[in-house]
């Protein structure tokens, strides 16, 4: 385990290996998302998932000194996401298509 302060560690086999928050699973990047994508403030992302304020800071001064890495990783995830969801059916199109069908 590497940890990069008190608050993120970095352990192969957690969570993929990637910067996490220190005791916990939420990763740097699930941070970002929430607070820059999603919109929360830090004291909201606290509130919900139960970490200190410190944490959350550490998380997004981490994410600002790696962010063309990070980005990257979210980037990457989206796309694959969005990959899946073209190859799946989801249940309600495929009931739908399965009552038409009938």
């Known amino acids: 385990m590497k940890s ?4 993120i560690d970095i352990t192969p086999g957690i969570a993929g290996g990637k ?3 220190a ?11 929430w607070y820059d994508r999603l919109g929360k403030s830090a ?6 998932y139960g970490l200190n304020l ?5 998380a997004l ?9 990070i980005d990257k990783e979210i980037e990457e995830s989206d796309f694959f996401l969005k990959s899946l ?3 799946a059916t989801s249940k309600l199109d495929y009931k739908i298509s399965k009552n038409y069908a009938a």
């Open 85 to 87: 969801r073209k190859k």
């Open 61 to 69: 001064a981490y994410y600002f000194d790696h962010r063309i890495e």
């Open 54 to 58: 410190a944490a959350i800071h550490a």
């Open 4 to 7: 990069l302060d008190e608050h």
């Open 43 to 48: 004291d909201e992302i606290a509130t919900e």
């Open 19 to 21: 910067p996490r928050i």
């Open 23 to 33: 005791g916990h699973r939420i990763t740097v990047q699930n941070i970002v998302i």
